[in-house]
């Protein structure tokens, strides 16, 4: 469990290394394998990333297949990029010249939603340790007085505050790191951050002369994208699919279509994909404000069970008065 907690924490850091890799391998005229071997040389002052650099130049140079090494460091998207071009003896250079730099961009912006939610549940789980205090005080004035009448859901609640709220808390930290994509909130930024890598793909997936029958099944395998049957496996089933999974708006449709009547279909894919890095360098904003509506949504149970509590208190005290 701890290795796998220690492997996470530095994932992002190795595939980092790996796009240098595999960037710059061949201009330097060396092999991935000798040039991973350089990297764990000089990262030997951060033993864990050595030690799987290490290992991943051990692999390489056995000559393990590219895309079993790297799974474990990369997403499934551009390891289905890395199998495709081995698959067609493609080198990996022109793959993570052209889509590295799209990818550690959505990387870091789906680093930022993560990152962004740990101070807020750190406020969450003090608040909560403070109301359970309190909420032992309701418990001991239940106990003592018994003409103070608490409700059967209120006195649940209140003998079983601290563990019913951190469950709650620790479900919903787990679920917005884990699966950030399905939360509401953030699924517009995902849109465009898939629209994005989409337009990415097909870019550097035309660049390696590959057919749009290739380019719309590799786009179904690295989005998971289900009930597609339909689709014709060509350019213009390509562009239903981004627009049926909306990773384009109308307009830059038209733009796409525009451009494949004439022939050049790349011309309005690039047109388009200026358009979606533009859109995902501006969606900080758009980052924070979800953050701090999901943050006010975390707090939301402690907080309407203390006010639940108080209120049945003061009524029961003003029967009791009476």
Same mark, same amino acid.
């Given at each position: ?5 220690? +492997? ?21 005229? !060396? &092999? ?91 406020? /969450? ?46 479900? /919903? ?15 517009? =930024? ?20 590959? &057919?749009?029958?290739? =380019? ?6 690295? /989005? ?31 733009? !796409? ?38 943050? !006010? +949504? ?25």
């Amino acid at each position: 469990m701890i290795s796998k907690i220690k +492997l996470f924490l530095i994932k992002p850091k190795i595939a980092k290394v790996i796009y240098r890799i595999e960037t710059h391998s061949a201009s330097m005229g !060396i &092999s991935s394998a000798e040039l991973s071997s350089k990297y764990a040389r000089e990262l030997k002052k951060n033993p864990a990333i050595a030690r799987e650099i290490s290992a991943i130049s051990r692999k390489l140079y056995s000559n393990y297949p590219k895309d079993e090494v790297y799974k474990k460091f990369l997403d499934g998207d551009i390891v289905i990029l890395i199998r495709e071009a081995l698959k067609n003896q493609i080198p990996l250079h022109t793959l993570f010249k052209e889509f590295s730099e799209h990818k550690e961009k959505a990387e870091k912006i789906i680093r930022g939603v993560k990152s962004k939610m740990i101070f807020p549940f750190l406020v /969450f789980i003090a608040i909560v340790f403070a109301l359970n205090t309190t909420m032992g005080n309701f418990v001991h004035i239940s106990e003592s007085v018994q003409q103070i009448k608490f409700s059967a859901i209120n006195t649940f609640f209140m003998k079983n505050f601290l563990i019913f709220n951190l469950s709650y808390g620790i479900a /919903f930290f787990a679920y917005i790191n884990f699966f950030p994509k399905f939360v509401p909130l953030l699924r517009t =930024i995902f849109i465009k951050i898939n629209g994005m890598m989409a337009l990415s793909t097909i870019k550097v997936m035309d660049s390696m002369s590959f &057919s749009a029958r290739d =380019i719309l099944k590799t786009i179904i395998a690295q /989005f998971s994208i289900k009930n597609q049957a339909k689709i014709a496996k060509n350019e213009d089933g390509l562009l239903t699919l981004l627009n049926d999974e909306k990773f384009i708006d109308p307009i830059q449709l038209a733009e !796409i279509k525009i451009s494949l009547e004439r022939g050049e279909l790349i011309n309005g894919v690039n047109t388009v994909l200026k358009e979606k890095i533009e859109e995902v360098d501006n969606l900080e904003n758009q980052v924070s404000s979800a953050m701090a509506t999901i943050s !006010i +949504l975390l707090l939301v149970p402690p907080i309407s069970i203390m006010v639940s509590v108080f209120i049945n208190l003061m009524l029961s005290s003003g029967s009791m008065a009476q």
